[in-house]
């Protein structure tokens, strides 16, 4: 996964220029590369449980996270965004997530 600064209406160009210079400067991709890889795996369990009871579960699963992440850390929060990009990611959704978390590959016969 791979963050970065996205610069919406309510964000002037001299701040997104200077919050993507110190995103840049700061090599905040490498730093939280460390922190996403533990942050997911405290989850894979219950990610890859809901994913025996198959897509929608998943998907379910990912929306209420990120739901409650967005309200506990706000809008703007690495947390909040890592959520979010999972739960619209339907390649993560539909079987992805047994590699990108570090397990096995699983195979559909096992996800059904």
Not at 35 to 60: C, E, F, P, T
Not at 88 to 112: D, N
Request: a positive charge; glycine letters at 8%; charged letters at 25%.
């Amino acid at each position: 996964m791979k963050f970065e600064i996205i610069r919406t209406s309510g964000l002037g160009y001299e701040e997104y220029e200077r919050l993507n210079y110190q995103f840049n400067k700061l090599e905040l991709n490498d730093r939280y590369r460390k922190a996403l890889n533990d942050y997911l795996g405290a989850h894979k369990d219950a990610i890859a449980m809901q994913g025996k009871r198959g897509h929608r579960s998943v998907k379910y699963l990912l929306l209420r996270t990120f739901r409650t992440t967005r309200k506990s850390y706000g809008p703007n929060h690495w947390y909040t965004a890592v959520w979010h990009a999972l739960y619209v990611c339907e390649a993560f959704s539909k079987g992805g997530y047994s590699t990108a978390l570090g397990q096995r590959r699983a195979y559909a016969e096992e996800l059904a």
